[in-house]
């Protein structure tokens, strides 16, 4: 069968970005095939994870695509362009059909999203629309969490925009929220959902496109 090219977009250790590889290499059936891996911080695990599984990488920290000085004086949303340029070039150059944000902190902005349209998921450790938008990554999601007494969390598959944690929902992996729950145990039962619920974004994306091809 033929399968969707996939890019997928790093920013740390890569345990999500794991879980995809490992679903490839142990699904026949799997309808992606992961042909770039792509870091905006050039010290990630992930690319060690890369690596070993002989997957092409790439580098777009803003250093590395404006250079050190320009990067010094750019403003953020310089970067941010520089940065959505350069993964667009190599998505570009490697024929790729859909991009996976798997823990990416830089904000797509510019073509990429015109080109990539309804062809980007982003995976989110809360329950989208809640504790969304800039600034909401990581522990600082499930600090908010805590500190808003919900009873329940968990992370969220959706289409990336021209938003923050905006676009269309496509699936939800709930956890409930435990009374002496600290940032850190909550991410320790939210991090298994998170590793089903990319890989069945991904998954759900790409056989939308295998279908839309037949």
């Given at each position: 069968m033929?399968?969707?090219?996939?890019?997928?977009?790093?920013?740390?250790?890569?345990?999500?970005?794991?879980?995809?590889?490992?679903y490839?290499?142990?699904?026949?059936?799997?309808?992606?095939?992961?042909?770039?891996?792509?870091s905006?911080?050039k010290?990630?695990?992930?690319l060690e994870?890369?690596k070993?599984?002989?997957?092409?990488?790439?580098i777009?920290s803003?250093?590395?695509?404006?250079?050190a000085?320009?990067?010094?004086?750019?403003?953020?949303d310089?970067?941010?362009?520089?940065?959505?340029?350069?993964?667009?070039?190599?998505?570009?150059?490697?024929?790729?059909?859909?991009?996976?944000?798997?823990?990416?902190?830089?904000?797509?902005?510019?073509?990429?999203?015109?080109?990539?349209s309804?062809?980007?998921i982003n995976?989110?450790?809360?329950?989208l629309?809640?504790?969304?938008?800039v600034?909401?990554?990581?522990?600082?999601?499930?600090?908010a969490?805590?500190?808003?007494?919900?009873k329940?969390s968990?992370c969220?598959?959706h289409l990336?925009?021209?938003?923050c944690?905006t676009?269309?929902?496509?699936?939800q992996?709930?956890?409930?929220?435990?009374?002496?729950d600290?940032p850190?145990s909550?991410y320790?039962r939210?991090?298994?959902?998170?590793?089903?619920?990319i890989?069945?974004?991904l998954?759900l994306?790409?056989?939308?496109?295998?279908?839309?091809?037949?």
């Amino acid at each position: 069968m033929n399968k969707i090219r996939t890019a997928v977009l790093v920013s740390g250790g890569g345990t999500n970005l794991q879980s995809l590889i490992d679903y490839q290499s142990q699904n026949k059936d799997c309808p992606y095939e992961i042909v770039v891996i792509i870091s905006d911080h050039k010290d990630a695990f992930a690319l060690e994870r890369a690596k070993k599984a002989n997957i092409q990488s790439f580098i777009t920290s803003p250093y590395s695509v404006m250079g050190a000085q320009k990067a010094k004086e750019a403003t953020r949303d310089e970067k941010r362009n520089a940065v959505s340029n350069s993964v667009l070039e190599i998505c570009k150059k490697n024929n790729v059909q859909v991009i996976v944000q798997a823990g990416w902190l830089t904000v797509l902005s510019g073509e990429i999203l015109v080109a990539f349209s309804k062809r980007i998921i982003n995976l989110h450790p809360a329950l989208l629309p809640k504790f969304g938008g800039v600034g909401m990554w990581g522990h600082h999601v499930h600090e908010a969490v805590l500190q808003s007494n919900e009873k329940e969390s968990g992370c969220t598959i959706h289409l990336v925009d021209n938003g923050c944690d905006t676009g269309e929902i496509l699936i939800q992996k709930k956890v409930p929220v435990l009374k002496d729950d600290t940032p850190d145990s909550l991410y320790e039962r939210i991090a298994p959902e998170e590793h089903k619920a990319i890989v069945e974004g991904l998954c759900l994306i790409s056989n939308r496109i295998l279908q839309s091809e037949k």
